[in-house]
């Protein structure tokens, strides 16, 4: 059975304080890892998409990495506009197409 | 295009009424998703779609769920009997097939609360 747990469950930064969420999964046959981030009574909004262990994304601030167990979502000099619940979801051979979340990390910018 | 659509952005009913959601994907996304998301939860997937065949259900859908997506493209989600446990964010998703890259797209969700 699939698993993805997401550590820490929330995480309070000083604005440029860097620091990293951490996802931890077991799948049969990784077909993608994705990373999202929700605001507050939104729907999640799509960051990045790994595939295999050593790849990397970047966009602004934010940067995705994967082993073969787990992801990293690094955060460099955040700014308030960072805070949001950083989701993970994998997509595995035995779940077809849908996605399996984790429950989140809850980040805080503090100005 | 405006992303995906979905309405209404709130309902709230009376326990054992029932009720219908719309969501209407990206206009050439042939792939549609349902999840549900209770406060402090992750998105839990409820059912998929390709075109108008729906393909894949979850067992968390019991028999009082029921989606359609007729002519593959704006899809409803009816809940009938509703009970408290009910009481979730249902979201919708859309994505291309073969372009899972880009991840799924999603839209605001609509808060549903039985009372």
């Known amino acids: 059975e699939d698993q993805v747990t997401q550590s820490p469950e929330a995480l309070r930064l000083q604005e440029g304080e860097s620091s990293s969420l951490n996802c931890s999964y077991t799948?049969?046959?990784?077909?993608?890892l994705f990373w999202y981030r929700q605001d507050p009574g939104k729907g999640p909004e799509f960051l990045f998409t790994l595939y295999s262990a050593g790849e990397e994304k970047e966009k602004e601030r934010l940067k995705a990495t994967l082993t073969k167990k787990e992801s990293f979502l690094h955060i460099t000099a955040p700014k308030p506009e960072d805070s949001a619940t950083y989701l993970c979801a994998v997509r595995s051979q035995t779940g077809a197409n849908n996605l399996f979340f984790g429950t989140g990390t809850r980040l805080t910018v503090i100005p | 295009d405006t992303g995906v659509s979905q309405n209404p952005r709130h309902k709230i009913t009376k326990r054992g009424q029932n009720v219908t959601f719309r969501c209407d994907p990206i206009s050439e996304h042939n792939r549609l998703y349902w999840y549900r998301q209770t406060l402090g939860q992750g998105p839990e997937f409820l059912t998929y779609?390709?075109?108008?065949?729906?393909?894949?259900k979850s067992r968390l859908l019991s028999d009082r769920f029921s989606a359609e997506r007729p002519k593959g493209s704006f899809s409803t989600l009816e809940i009938q009997r509703t009970e408290q446990g009910d009481s979730a964010m249902y979201l919708c998703?859309?994505?291309?097939?073969?372009?899972?890259?880009?991840?799924?797209?999603f839209g605001s969700g609509t808060r549903l609360t039985v009372v």
């Open positions: 799948v049969s046959g990784l077909r993608g």
């Open positions: 998703a859309s994505s291309l097939a073969g372009q899972d890259y880009y991840g799924y797209t």
């Open positions: 779609f390709q075109n108008e065949a729906q393909l894949e």
